[in-house]
């Protein structure tokens, strides 16, 4: 990871600047993905506390890209492991820290942690074709196109990494 940025687990003194990304953020996402909605903010604590029920169990991996003044600049996440060991990766980056080369290295050290400290044996993610960004980043981290798909009611692609 490029400093001064640091991938972490997520832990429950994240909660308030998870909140604050996703607030001031809420908008350049919503481009992307759809939008998590007022309820999502309104049960905020709830969620998060979901999040972190699912890491204790292992069901999830998420973390945060925090900055040096514990700012959060992003969140990659691992999700939904199945019994093979496989997860979905998902990631996003606030909009001020986009295009400095953050999500490609935050991905690779996922990748990384994702093989030797959750013992994962494959990823998988999906992309809309109408970010190149995204996609450009999973290939530089080894993800190859497997399957078209539809995502939030847009023409994607799922990718597919096997980890050593």
Same mark, same amino acid.
């Given at each position: 990871?490029?400093?001064?940025?640091?991938?972490?687990?997520?832990?429950? &003194?994240?909660?308030?600047?998870?909140?604050?990304?996703?607030?001031?953020? *809420?908008?350049?996402?919503?481009?992307?993905?759809?939008?998590?909605?007022?309820?999502?903010?309104?049960?905020?604590?709830?969620?998060?506390?979901?999040?972190?029920?699912?890491?204790?169990?292992?069901?999830?991996?998420?973390?945060?890209?925090?900055?040096? /003044?514990?700012?959060?600049?992003? *969140? %990659?996440?691992?999700? !939904?492991? +199945?019994? &093979? !060991?496989?997860?979905?990766?998902?990631?996003? #980056?606030?909009?001020?820290?986009?295009? !400095?080369?953050?999500? +490609?290295?935050?991905?690779?050290? #996922?990748? /990384?942690?994702?093989?030797?400290?959750?013992?994962?044996?494959?990823? +998988?993610?999906?992309?809309?074709?109408?970010?190149?960004?995204?996609?450009? %980043?999973?290939? *530089?981290?080894?993800? *190859?196109?497997?399957?078209?798909?539809?995502?939030?009611?847009?023409?994607?692609?799922?990718? /597919?990494?096997?980890?050593?």
């Amino acid at each position: 990871m490029s400093e001064p940025f640091s991938l972490q687990p997520l832990r429950p &003194e994240h909660a308030t600047a998870v909140l604050a990304f996703e607030r001031e953020n *809420r908008a350049y996402f919503a481009a992307w993905v759809p939008d998590r909605g007022d309820a999502f903010f309104a049960d905020f604590d709830a969620h998060f506390a979901q999040l972190l029920a699912f890491q204790a169990a292992g069901e999830d991996y998420p973390h945060v890209l925090l900055t040096p /003044h514990g700012d959060v600049a992003g *969140r %990659v996440n691992l999700y !939904r492991v +199945t019994p &093979e !060991r496989s997860a979905e990766l998902g990631y996003r #980056i606030a909009q001020h820290a986009a295009g !400095r080369g953050l999500a +490609t290295a935050a991905v690779r050290e #996922i990748c /990384h942690l994702a093989a030797t400290a959750y013992a994962l044996t494959a990823l +998988t993610a999906r992309v809309t074709d109408d970010n190149p960004a995204s996609r450009a %980043v999973l290939e *530089r981290n080894a993800f *190859r196109p497997t399957t078209p798909l539809t995502l939030n009611h847009k023409p994607a692609t799922a990718f /597919h990494r096997p980890l050593p």
